[in-house]
């Protein structure tokens, strides 16, 4: 009997190491590390309407995750950028899930800007004679941050809406509206100029 209890012994503790190394062995494989989000940005942050911004990140530890951004949807392994054309100013959700649970997330945010518009661009009065002199007048919508000016006559101060010409000779005048050193819109006005009356000169 006393042999029989210390083979089973021997076994029980056998089986028991085996049984707890196993048991490390799964643990060690089945241990998945949680993932993090390294960045996740766009490029440019700011746009007008109708251009476009890229979406960009950078995730670790992304076995048996699923990536999704809102707005797009899910992201197929391996992608790491998206890119987007908004209407308006939007802030987009990164988030990564294992087994149905949110483990990270971050956002990111486009601004969208309204391109500037020239509403009218007129000349007052739009025929005159050499010597004398016309207002060219402008309103423009979506102005904030552009840079305004008239051909021929150079940069026009910030708030600045008109602006006195007196040409030599007809001249067309091109009005226009530059952001980051863009031209997004512009028109053109003439000034007609007739010559000065000149009385005759008898001999």
Known sequence: MKYFSTLQRSQCTRFFCIGFVGLLILAGCST???PQIARFE????T????ESSTLQWSIENTEQTRISISGI???A??????RISPDETTTYTLQVERDGKMLAERTATVNVVQPPQIVEFEAQPASIKQGETSTLRWTVRNDKGVKISI???GTIPENSNSVRVTPDQT???????????KVIAEKSVSVTVAPAYKPPVYV
Do not use: M, W, Y
């Open 77 to 82: 392994p391996g992608v790491q950028s998206s």
């Open 42 to 45: 766009a490029t440019p942050t």
């Open 32 to 34: 998945l590390k949680p």
């Open 47 to 50: 746009i007008q309407k109708g």
């Open 171 to 181: 001249t067309s005048f091109t009005l226009q509206v530059e952001r980051d050193n």
């Open 73 to 75: 949807g899910a992201i």
């Open 151 to 153: 051909k021929g006559v």
